[in-house]
């Protein structure tokens, strides 16, 4: 297949795309940058040069390809505290790649997240089945991310118009070695803190997935997921935060530390509004219809690797 790739030389796009060229396809990936590009280039890809914000690149690339898969989106905007830019952004680009692949039957495949966004009552264990309907029972905890919601079921409905839609959910841990997301950003707060921290009893827990774990599923989800699938790329369903900070304070020589949620913003940063949340999610339905099955570490094995805190 040709394949055409938004946010592939971001994490999971370098995972990626090795995984679609070594099963045969062709990839073109969308770069915001030359040293984009020339990462595509070295990864045997081609580089189509552009931005999110090219809705008239997005659609011309989508038109020739097989088939596409949207990783990218605006972190860094939703992160600085404007989450509705970002989403809107997004939304832009996910009903541009839609208009090119309308009636084709040709696969779309996105990314999107697990916690903090789907709104269900604390301990619950998310599955592919929540939050696929607007039921107005539950917002989502996370000021912003109803937009990131609402994205995902637009990208689904697109199944209705002849396109072979699906959303990849994606948990915050989405670890391994050169990660340089939640985990790295937490890591760096309890340098800078001298503590690590975790919330009241730590107990809250985080779904999991290793970088090369979630592209094998893009890839499977491009070859043959159904019109209109939810998938959860999780290899972990839940991970105790405390235990995450214990690994991180093992490592950095630093005392683990209970905060309360007011405190969370001084020794996470950012990352305050994520790090006391209790989010464990399924991937059994995943699993079972597409027989994929994670290979590579754990998170808490891949902290005792000890990469990211080289």
């Known amino acids: 297949m040709r394949v055409f790739v938004t946010g592939a030389s971001g994490w999971v796009g370098r995972g990626l795309v090795p995984e679609l060229t070594a099963a045969g396809h062709k990839v073109t990936g969308l770069a915001r940058s030359d040293a984009a590009a020339r990462a595509l280039r070295s990864a045997g890809a081609e580089a189509r040069p552009g931005s999110l ?26 992160f600085s505290g404007d989450y509705a830019a970002a989403t809107d952004a997004d939304r832009a680009a996910i009903e541009t790649l839609g208009e090119a692949l309308a009636g084709t039957g040709r696969p779309l495949v996105i990314a999107s997240g697990i916690l ?22 539950r917002e989502v905890p996370l000021a912003g991310a ?35 997301g939640f985990i790295p950003a937490a890591i760096g707060f309890a340098r800078q803190k001298g503590a690590a921290a975790y919330v009241g009893d730590g107990a809250n827990r985080w779904p999991a997935v290793h970088r090369d774990d979630a592209a094998r599923l893009f890839r499977l989800a491009l070859e043959s997921a159904p019109a209109g699938s939810v998938l959860h790329a ?5 991970v105790p935060i405390r235990e995450v900070a214990e690994a991180f304070a ?34 059994q339905i995943t699993r079972d219809l597409l027989r994929w099955q994670p290979t590579h570490p754990a998170l808490t094995d891949d902290l005792k690797e000890g990469h990211y805190f080289a």
């Open 250 to 283: 093992t490592h950095l020589n630093v005392p683990a530390v209970s905060v309360t949620p007011e405190q969370a913003g001084e020794y996470v940063g950012w990352l305050g509004h994520f790090w006391g949340l209790d989010g464990p999610a399924s991937a």
């Open 116 to 137: 903090g966004v789907l709104g269900l009552p604390p301990g619950a264990v998310a599955t592919e089945r929540d939050g696929l309907a607007d039921t107005g029972e």
């Open 53 to 78: 914000d090219d809705l008239g690149t997005l659609h011309e690339a989508a038109a020739a390809s097989d088939g596409v898969i949207h990783l990218a989106f605006k972190h860094d905007i939703a």
């Open 146 to 180: 109803q937009g990131r919601l609402d994205n995902a079921r637009y990208t689904l409905a697109l199944a209705g118009r002849g396109v072979r839609s699906s959303v990849v959910r994606l948990p915050p841990a989405t670890h391994g070695d050169g990660d340089n």
């Open 234 to 238: 999780v290899g972990d369903e839940g």
